[in-house]
């Protein structure tokens, strides 16, 4: 299991947004984030997952809403890249950049003192042999681990992912979530991630179902994900089932 610490080191608080032309999307959103936590952002496609992300990364401005008692609209991109990182579904890199270069680029345009060096950060996440090795060669599970050195160069202790293991083999995906775990407990970041694999939720700490832009639980798997949970959130009947190794989802047979 992810573990988790306490303290809440980001909280969002009444945040609502809606796309131009579009209902509300995300209405009155509330909560908050704790020092080192790692959060299953979990739901159906249109849920709300990825304009949560990048309301609190700032990629989009809300109608309103408060981060750390201050209006989301009013932090400037520089001041959010000391406090978060924001890692989209798609990292597609067609130039071609080497590892080193792309690492490097963590420390613009933000004139911020880098948190350690790019030898240091291309080390932690196990690149440093391929370091001159052009990005657009790299795997897509390699080419997660890039960004997430960027993210150390930087030094910000808040990690929003949206779908990283969006079209990994399994392997890749474990290795991954297991490079994530390192770096919380290490380093005490915070990870946010959007996911659809329920399975893969239940192996977290603490997780947060959404449907149409709200809340519908939060806090332990184990608690939260329950057979009525699921088919509110997902539309379709689920047994949750207890094993000696933890926690799975099961279906009759799908055809």
């Not at 952002?41 to 809403?65: C, F, Q």
């Not at 890039?146 to 990994?168: C, H, K, R, S, Y």
């Amino acid at each position: 299991m992810f573990s988790a610490y306490s303290g809440p080191i980001l909280e969002l608080d009444r945040v609502s947004f809606r796309y131009p032309g579009a209902g509300r999307i995300i209405d009155d959103l509330a909560f908050a984030i704790g020092g080192g936590e790692f959060i299953g952002l979990l739901g159906a496609n249109g849920s709300g997952k990825s304009t949560i992300l990048k309301l609190a990364a700032g990629m989009v401005r809300p109608d309103r809403g408060m981060l750390w008692d201050k209006p989301l609209a009013a932090y400037r991109n520089k001041d959010r890249a000391k406090l978060l990182c924001y890692f989209p579904q798609h990292l597609d890199v067609s130039v071609p950049f080497t590892v080193r270069e792309i690492v490097g680029m963590g420390m613009y345009p933000y004139d911020i003192p880098p948190a350690m060096t790019i030898d240091e950060a291309m080390d932690t996440v196990g690149l440093l042999d391929k370091a001159d090795v052009y990005v657009t060669n790299l795997s897509g599970g390699e080419r997660r681990r890039v960004f997430i050195a960027m993210t150390l160069i930087q030094g910000a202790g808040i990690l929003l992912l949206d779908e990283p293991l969006a079209n990994l083999d399994i392997r890749y995906q474990i290795e991954f979530l297991r490079l994530l775990r390192r770096l919380q407990e290490q380093k005490g970041i915070s990870v946010v991630m959007a996911l659809h694999d329920i399975n893969v939720a239940l192996q977290f700490e603490k997780v947060m179902v959404i449907k149409n832009g709200s809340v519908l639980g939060t806090g332990s798997p184990e608690v939260v994900l329950t057979g009525a949970m699921i088919q509110d959130a997902f539309d379709v009947a689920i047994e949750v089932r207890k094993a000696e190794h933890g926690t799975y989802i099961t279906h009759e047979k799908w055809f």
